[in-house]
């Protein structure tokens, strides 16, 4: 039997226009489609005191014991890793190594590659509990080859990782199939000054290109005359909305290139934004330093760049035809991320 495991809460935050839970949502309605079985820990409270923390911590560890205790020799169990906590998930990673158990470890986030975003004594307990998690883990759906180079490097047995692709967007509803090559670019996601510094940067230069957000956060909605924001839409909702020729893939403070410690997250993480481009039948733009730069120019997707001051030459270098050549790759590797096609090929990698 395979079971997946995630976790929830008691009190529930409804229509909430960000896509936080999005991919471990996806993810759970594919392994449900391979016919795993869920297993849900239910967490008190959604809060950070140190009382609600401490009771969810007990929760959790109640809770992974009753999965323990039901689970048979050769069962398989996912983990969304780090959705599901550490210090539990330690203990029942041991505990399913004693039962004969197969884990695999499915990365949404390393914070062993997330140096200063996150501090305090609680985050260096996390990273020394993720080594361990990485080693104890039997097999790991890490992201791409910089990911997987990297938990290589830690030690960790190249035999049992294996390398995601992209994140898949599991989506149904309408969406954008013609598009025109114009000299725009979109950006969705946390529009906020601390989690994009780069928009403001690029709105306070000499920009040439039309930029349309979607998202929270935006604190100018008025920008400039080349800025147009169209607000926040849920992630079910938002693929029909995605307006432009290009979705850009970009993080940190700057317009000149990927910096500060989010930025250079990007030389190892799929960033699921581009997911979302890429299931919205939108062609993307990407830092050419960014570890799914080589998966974009590889399948003919988009475009990439040291700095977004290059965006619209190299927009106006691309021909008509060209475009659309790179719309049909689009279209065709949005058809397999809306359909939850990576993440079933990686799992067929795993021996059952």
Known sequence: MIYYVYKSFRTREVDVKTATNKATEDVNAI????????????????????????????YSIMSFKKLIS???HNDIVVIQHPKCGSSSVVKFLKSAKRKQVKTVLLIHDLYLLRDNIESGDKQVKFKKNEKIILTLADNIICHN???????????????KLIDLGIFDYLYSGEIITERTKTNSFTVAGNLSPNKAGYIYDYMNSNQTCEMN???VGFDSKDGSGHTHYFGAKLPNELPQHLIGSFGLVWDGPSAETCSGNTGNYLRYNNPHKCSLYLASNLPVVIWDEAALAPFIKE?????TVQNLGEIADAINQISEKEYNDILKNVMEVGNKI???YYLKEAFSQIAI
């Open 31 to 58: 392994l449900s489609s391979i016919g795993a079985q869920p297993y849900e820990i239910i967490l008190p409270v959604k809060k950070r005191s140190v009382v609600s923390l401490v009771k969810n911590h007990i």
């Open 70 to 72: 039901k689970l048979k």
């Open 145 to 159: 080859a910089s990911m997987h180079k990297y938990i290589e490097d830690l030690g960790i047995s190249n035999e």
């Open 213 to 215: 957000l979607f998202g």
């Open 299 to 303: 399948n003919g997707l988009g475009i």
């Open 338 to 340: 809306r359909s939850g």
